[in-house]
């Protein structure tokens, strides 16, 4: 089965105390960026196929669709919402794959979580998501630390000096 995560980013972002201060602080496009950070180490670690939509409601221009760390990432069109587009990406999805997938989409809107359950989608509130990004940060650090442990406690190799490589080298080789 395959899982789709459908973020809605502004949401994240007014609401995890991170990127709000980077939003708050006027700078919004670090708070996009460490966002997609987060949730491509937490694509890597939960096996979801995770797109990204970002409202572009009020700026001109032209939808846009970008990859960026193995994540899609989409930017509305002018005069559409991120909740129009992710109601419609929802739509399609569960169209395009049925039930050989499970699709979930993180939002904090309550009215945006009634119409994507009513179209067979499963909700996420924004503070569920940070929670489960949180767990994985701390899982994948708890498997380094303890992979680098492992490392370093059965290494095979023997730490010795210069002179006492020598003097084994030469013994290797039958040498006095």
């Known amino acids: 089965m395959k899982d789709i995560l459908i973020v809605d980013g502004y ?10 201060q ?10 996009r960026d460490r966002l997609i950070e ?3 180490e937490f694509q890597a ?13 009020q700026v001109p221009g032209i939808a846009t669709k970008e990859k960026q760390h193995a994540i899609d990432i989409i930017y509305t069109r002018v005069k559409e919402t991120a909740d ?10 569960i169209h395009k794959y049925g039930r050989l997938t499970r699709i979930t989409v993180a939002t904090s809107d309550m ?35 303890k992979e680098y442990a492992r490392e370093t406690k059965f290494s095979n190799r023997v730490q010795v000096d210069d002179e006492t490589k020598s003097k084994l080298e030469n013994m290797r080789r039958g040498l006095k």
Not at 22 to 31: G, T
């Open 11 to 20: 949401n994240m972002i007014g609401d995890w105390e991170e990127l709000k």
């Open 45 to 57: 670690y939960s096996q979801y196929t995770i797109i990204v939509v970002f409202d572009a409601y």
């Open 22 to 31: 980077l939003k708050d602080n006027h700078q919004l496009i670090d708070a």
């Open 111 to 145: 009215a945006e979580q009634s119409v994507i359950f009513g179209n067979g989608a499963l909700r996420m509130p924004a503070s569920e998501l940070h929670t489960a990004v949180r767990e994985a940060k701390r899982q994948i650090t708890h498997t380094v630390k």
């Open 38 to 40: 987060l949730l491509a």
């Open 84 to 93: 129009e587009c992710i109601e419609a990406l929802t739509m399609d999805k």
